[in-house]
């Protein structure tokens, strides 16, 4: 397996694992609270930057002089592997409907996922053009 797909591999699954941790918080401390809505709205800008910071650090610290390219790529692997994990742990471990997972996609409904996504894929590519233009 190549340097790329193992990165994103890493990359997807410490994604998960932050928003993982960030949806616990929200759940038992931020939801009893302030419900349900507000306390996504709260959890959304930390966990993505969160996963922004994680983006970054892999091509920083394991990626470097790594073509733009492919730090797209390390960043859509990420996201596939996020997706994956999501996906079977929404509908496999925790038999949420379909219908209700779909929801979590849905930009008309408020959903905010999809966004945090766009942003996880761009983050390794944003780190470098941010180290050229410092």
Do not use: D
């Not at 694992?17 to 302030?34: D, H, N, Q, S």
């Not at 997706?83 to 959903?111: C, D, H, M, R, W």
């Amino acid at each position: 397996m190549g340097a790329l797909v193992r990165l994103g591999l890493r990359y997807g699954v410490l994604a998960f694992a932050t928003g993982f941790m960030f949806g616990l918080a929200r759940e038992l401390v931020l939801a009893p609270k302030f419900g349900a809505h507000l306390a996504q709205q709260i959890e959304f800008p930390l966990v993505t930057a969160s996963v922004f910071a994680i983006g970054c650090w892999l091509e920083r610290m394991l990626a470097p002089g790594q073509s733009r390219p492919w730090l797209l790529g390390l960043g859509l692997i990420g996201v596939a592997t996020l997706l994956v994990i999501e996906g079977i742990f929404a509908l496999a471990i925790l038999k949420q409907p379909l219908e209700t997972y779909l929801q979590s996609f849905n930009l008309a409904a408020g959903s905010l996922f999809p966004i945090g996504l766009a942003i996880m894929a761009l983050a390794p590519l944003f780190s470098r053009m941010m180290q050229r233009s410092g």
